[in-house]
Nanobody, 115 residues
Framework: QVQLVESGGGLVQPGGSLRLSCAAS????????IGWYRQAPGKGREWVAD???????NYADSVKGRSTISRDNAKNTVYLQMNNLKPEDTAVYYC?????????WGQGTQVTVSS
């Protein structure tokens, strides 16, 4: 059974940092593109970043320069390091991947940026 589990969210002050983790289980995801998405209250889910099996990364303009996505294939885990957090980064963050053409999502981790 494919499962994605996010962790690392929390309450942080503006300008602070968090590292989110996405642990995949049930299959070897080392060859998969893994993505991070977020959904703020009252808004749709938006793409944040993704990383290929070879480590090539892409970022949304809203987080570019403040975030770094990385992966540890031995641990089947993808990370999202977020720095200089802003109140507009407040959202539930989800990781996502495709397996046999079907999308899989984790349960999400809440990030709240507030003073």
């Amino acid at each position: 059974q494919v499962q994605l589990v996010e962790s690392g969210g929390g309450l942080v002050q503006p300008g602070g940092s968090l590292r989110l983790s996405c642990a995949a289980s049930g299959r070897d995801f080392s060859k998969n593109v893994i993505g991070w998405y977020r959904q703020a209250p009252g808004k749709g889910r938006e793409w944040v970043a993704d990383i290929t099996s070879g480590g090539r990364s892409n970022y949304a303009d809203s987080v570019k320069g403040r975030s770094t996505i990385s992966r540890d294939n031995a641990k089947n885990t993808v990370y999202l390091q977020m720095n200089n957090l802003k109140p507009e980064d407040t959202a539930v963050y989800y990781c996502n991947t495709l397996y046999l053409g079907r999308p899989y999502w984790g349960q999400g981790t809440q990030v709240t940026v507030s003073s």
